[in-house]
Nanobody, 117 residues
């Protein structure tokens, strides 16, 4: 049984900050890569940031220099610190626990982020 849950979304003004959290529970002791994606109505889900099991991070060009992905040293908990938010960052943000044996892995239910201008 796998459960992925996001939290921390909300409404913020342009230029503000939010921190999203993702906690994943899985019935083994493995450490997985984790990622944040986002989606707006009528558009495909897009990758925002990825962090490997070893802690290496990769970002979409649109968020480089503004967002920071991090994770706990133990377990499968990840964070997305979002700074200098723009209205175009408005979306539902989804956490992914990346399982190479069952690609892409396991999704959370999503958390809404709304940035007002």
């Amino acid at each position: 049984q796998v459960h992925v849950a996001e939290s921390g979304g909300g409404l913020v003004q342009s230029g503000g900050s939010l921190r999203l959290s993702c906690s994943a529970s899985i019935s083994n002791s493995r450490i997985y890569g984790m990622a944040w994606h986002r989606q707006t109505p009528g558009k495909q889900r897009e990758l925002v940031a990825v962090i490997t099991s070893g802690g290496s991070a990769v970002y979409a060009d649109s968020v480089k220099g503004r967002f920071i992905i991090s994770r706990e040293n133990a377990g499968n908990t990840a964070y997305l610190e979002m700074n200098m938010l723009k209205p175009e960052d408005t979306a539902v943000y989804y956490c992914l626990l990346a399982d190479p044996e069952r690609p892409p892995g396991y999704w959370g239910q999503g958390t809404q982020v709304t940035v007002s201008s």
